[in-house]
């Protein structure tokens, strides 16, 4: 059925048969079809919560990554230290502090020497320490910078702060020095 307003458009010729049969379809269509269903509360809650999980499951597994990845530089330093280090030999007592405390290794005078130059640097494996050679040492610094507990060819003197600091300045004390 058709209304008025669409046989004036066939008799003026602005519309055919064809395109007046379509609309006709699309509105008894749209009379007949069905509106969109409300979600119900179930799916909402259904939708939050997965939401929820993803979210989730993306924060745990950037924390695992994250784990993975320290770990895997924990695993480097390790291979750096252990293909790199130097045999500790000889009877002079080195002394350096590590953090708060005061440790030991027993090194020969060439060594010794080495260390306070800054050629050797003393790198802190598990629960002992190692030497190693500057260059494999600015590998494990860039891995892990904690790992580094004394390294004297890359500390610079502080900047003189008052009167007596700057007097002072002009007094070099070796690095060497037997404890």
Not at 7 to 24: C, E, F, M, W
Not at 48 to 53: M, Q
Not at 64 to 85: C, G, K, S, W, Y
Not at 108 to 116: G, I
Request: hydrophobic fraction near 40%.
């Amino acid at each position: 059925m058709r209304n008025p307003l669409q046989d004036q458009l066939l008799k003026a010729g602005l519309a055919k048969k064809s395109q007046v049969s379509q609309a006709v379809r699309e509105q008894a269509k749209q009379r007949q079809g069905k509106a969109p269903v409300p979600p119900k509360e179930d799916q909402v809650d259904v939708d939050r919560l997965r939401a929820e999980r993803a979210e989730r499951d993306r924060a745990l597994s950037a924390e695992r990554n994250a784990q993975a990845r320290a770990h895997e530089l924990r695993a480097q330093v390790r291979q750096i230290v252990e293909a790199n280090r130097i045999e500790r030999k000889g009877e002079i007592d080195y002394r350096f502090a590590d953090g708060d405390k005061i440790k030991s290794l027993l090194v020969d005078k060439a060594l010794r020497t080495q260390l306070a130059g800054g050629a050797l640097v003393i790198v802190r494996l598990d629960e002992g320490y190692e030497l190693l050679p500057r260059a494999a040492a600015q590998k494990v610094r860039e891995r892990d910078p904690a790992a580094i507990v004394l390294d004297n060819g890359a500390s610079t003197p502080p900047a003189p702060a008052s009167e007596d600091d700057e007097y002072y300045a002009r007094f070099q004390v070796p690095d060497d020095l037997i404890w």
